[in-house]
């Protein structure tokens, strides 16, 4: 298994473009993340959803948008970059809440570092 | 609201030293606490977590409810221990997102 994979590695964009950071597992986990990691700030939640067709916000949804089409790819979506959303940016993915003893193990892919300017 | 706060954004111990990253965290329910780690060019991953109760790398921590703490502990610091730990909260027993703290860089000096 590949687990998380997560497209492209690095990008830089211009103010005002947009752009769609890519994030598949192979896994066939229910639940998936994106989050962003600012320096010395950890990591927050952007959004998150808990099976196709299903999505919901996280801390700081603002400037994104997701979509979850299918159990294995959950793209999210900046439609409008900005300066304040140069980060990196984590897709993860985690076991079925019935999965004895698995539940809540989050599974991250490798990373997107995204720069705005 | 859940949050958890790594107060140290960096520590640096000599080899061999014991090491204690601090992990305190505020929930009124009955969280579930994680350890993951990042080292250098690699993606996070789980360390370890309070229901297991087992000893990762040498590395333990135990869940005190009285403190809310979750120190993540190591009676003798290696090299490729030096990384970024990141404690993180779960609420109650479902798949919940998790809840990150700021992280700390532990550094082990030769």
């Known amino acids: 298994n590949a687990g998380v994979t997560q497209t492209p590695k690095f990008r830089i964009l211009k103010i005002g473009q947009s752009m769609t950071l890519q994030c598949t597992q192979d896994m066939n986990h229910n639940y998936m993340y994106w989050y962003r990691q600012d320096p010395g700030m950890g990591l927050k939640l952007i959004y998150y959803s808990v099976g196709a067709g299903i999505t919901d916000k996280g801390e700081v949804p603002n400037g994104y948008n997701v979509s979850r089409s299918t159990t294995e790819d959950f793209p999210l979506r900046l439609e409008l970059a900005a300066p304040s959303q140069t980060s990196v940016y984590f897709c993860?993915?985690?076991?079925?809440?019935?999965?004895?003893?698995?539940?809540?193990?989050?599974?991250f892919g490798p990373g997107t570092r995204l720069t705005v300017l | 609201a859940q949050r958890v706060t790594q107060p140290e954004k960096l520590l640096s111990v000599f080899k061999g030293a014991p090491v204690e990253l601090k992990c305190n965290y505020s929930y009124s329910g009955s969280p579930e606490l994680f350890w993951y780690v990042q080292y250098s060019r690699q993606r996070l991953q789980l360390l370890l977590r309070?229901?297991s109760r087992e000893s990762i790398k040498g590395f333990t921590a135990d869940l005190n409810k009285g403190e809310t703490s979750f120190h993540l502990k190591k009676p003798f610091a290696q090299e490729e221990d030096s990384a970024m730990y990141y404690c993180a909260l779960s609420a109650d027993s479902g798949n919940t997102p998790l809840v990150f703290g700021k992280g700390t860089r532990l550094s082990v000096i030769a």
């Open positions: 993860a993915s985690s076991y079925p809440t019935q999965t004895s003893g698995k539940k809540n193990e989050q599974f």
């Open positions: 309070h229901i």
